[in-house]
């Protein structure tokens, strides 16, 4: 572990300090805010840093860095558990589709690329409007809408190891379906399917953060990045702290993600399974 940080570039390195240090606070922050995120603390609305209020007031009087620590969490955790199970679904999808007969495999197949068609915020538009907006809802649908994506590149990472000798060994020695996925191709696709995770992440955290911003994420009293964006944006004129600290938020989570994607070496290598 320690050699493989090491061998990171530099931007790899910040983009990993980054990363840790946004997962840290979302953890940590709604425990260490100064005040409470609804709590209406200053007459002022909008002001700027100062060394009671450290990253200003929003349009309401509430202090920014409280509403920053305990709005975090909701746009780190949400994508994180999202592209999670989409990128988890797809794969085993993916798997099981590449072990199959072919006209499953290509059922499957369709299938995705049906999905894979509809735009993520069209479908999360219409997905909201009939069933409301909620965590779960909104869970669901970012995980549904970029698990096609994911399902299309491990399918095609899949089926190129299924084509190889040491699997054709295994299916010839009498392994079930189950075992060539999990032992054979699995450990093989795993390297492009970790950095597919952290693009997905990024994805999910621009749709719900443009979502919140059109007043369809993550609903009050509770706030995410996008949410503190939206509702602070009049005094975006003034250069209000409220609105271009959470923007600056936002972006630093993206581009540390994407830092760290593209900084990780080590492709995937095939090997057999051994039982």
Known sequence: MRSQLSALPVSGKIGL????????????GPFITPYSASELVA??????????YWL??????????????????FTIFIPLAAAGLACATGTFIALFAAVSHRRTDETISRFMDALISIP????????????GSSVPILLTITAISYMPGSFRLARSLAVNVANMDFVTVARTR???????????ILPNIVHPMLADFGLRFVFVVLLLSSLSFLGL????????????????ISGLA?????????AIAIATITIAVNLLIDSLRGGATYSAGSK
């Open 217 to 232: 994420g993550v609903q009050p009293p509770q706030a995410d990045l996008g949410s503190l964006v939206r509702e602070n």
């Open 174 to 184: 009498g392994e079930s379906r189950a075992y060539l996925a999990v032992k054979e």
């Open 17 to 28: 300090s980054l990363v840790v240090f946004w997962v840290v606070l979302a953890i940590i």
């Open 120 to 131: 993520s915020k069209i479908f999360a538009l219409v997905m909201i409007a009939a069933f």
């Open 238 to 246: 003034e250069g209000a702290p409220a609105v271009i600290i959470p």
């Open 56 to 73: 200003g007031t929003d349009y309401l009087g509430r202090d920014v860095l409280s509403r920053l620590l305990d709005g975090a969490r």
């Open 43 to 52: 007459y002022d609305v909008f002001e700027s840093f100062s060394g009671k």
